[in-house]
């Protein structure tokens, strides 16, 4: 049986101001770093040491990454033997237009029906901006030709990927563990892991 725990990031400053962040390079805030340190802990008690991890190129991903494995003691090991893979198919959603802007303002400016549906609709595009249909492309095509030939390889039982909450969305939909009209539902919080078990060619959550 394969392990592949999913991380949400920690709470960024745009999270705490509620703002659409989508490609910005934003940091960790004080609360993000404290979720990412949790996550630490959590991981410890299960006793996992990470054979691979992968991050997207932005930089709320990789610190909680990093944070992570600082407190496994498994940084050093990784870097040096370039475990750690970063790769921009993994980014958070593009939000176009949106970017910058103030959740709930843009809410009352357009309408909280046309939000939601930029926000969670699976086909739905802000404008200038990717759809959670767009990032399941992009993750699958990566997940597909570089993530999933490393979970069959004999050498990788444990794998961390710390990404965003619709590329992990995408993700989850990839490895069939939720569905299309089931996905729009599924809160994903900062700093949280998902526990996924990978046997007999089924990706599930761990109860």
């Keep these: 049986m394969k392990n592949i725990l999913l991380i949400r990031h920690g709470q960024s400053e745009w999270n705490k101001l509620n703002l659409f962040t989508g490609f910005k390079n934003v940091e960790l805030t004080q609360q993000g770093v404290h979720e990412a340190k949790k996550a630490s802990e959590n991981f410890k008690e299960l006793g996992l040491k990470f054979d691979l991890v992968y991050t997207s190129v932005l930089s709320r991903a990789q610190k909680t990454a990093k944070i992570i494995l600082e407190g496994l003691d498994q940084l050093e090991d990784l870097t040096n033997n370039h475990k750690i893979i970063e790769d921009s198919a993994l980014n958070e959603r593009d939000y176009g237009d949106l970017t910058g802007l103030d959740k709930k303002e843009t809410a009352d400016k357009y309408g909280e029906e046309q939000v939601y549906k930029w926000r969670r ?87």
Excluded: C, W
């Excluded at 959670?132 to 990788?156: A, K, T």
């Excluded at 909450?165 to 990839?174: C, T």
């Design 121 to 207: 609709g699976y086909s739905d595009r802000p404008p200038a901006g990717e759809s959670l249909e767009d990032v399941v492309l992009r993750v699958r095509n990566y997940f597909e030709s570089e993530i999933l030939p490393q979970i069959h390889s004999s050498s990788n039982n444990n794998i961390l990927i710390a990404a965003h909450g619709n590329s992990l969305r995408a993700l989850l939909l990839v490895m069939d563990v939720y569905q299309i009209n089931e996905i729009n539902s599924v809160e994903l919080s900062t700093g949280v892991p998902i526990h996924i078990t990978y046997d007999n060619a089924i990706f599930q959550i761990k109860s």
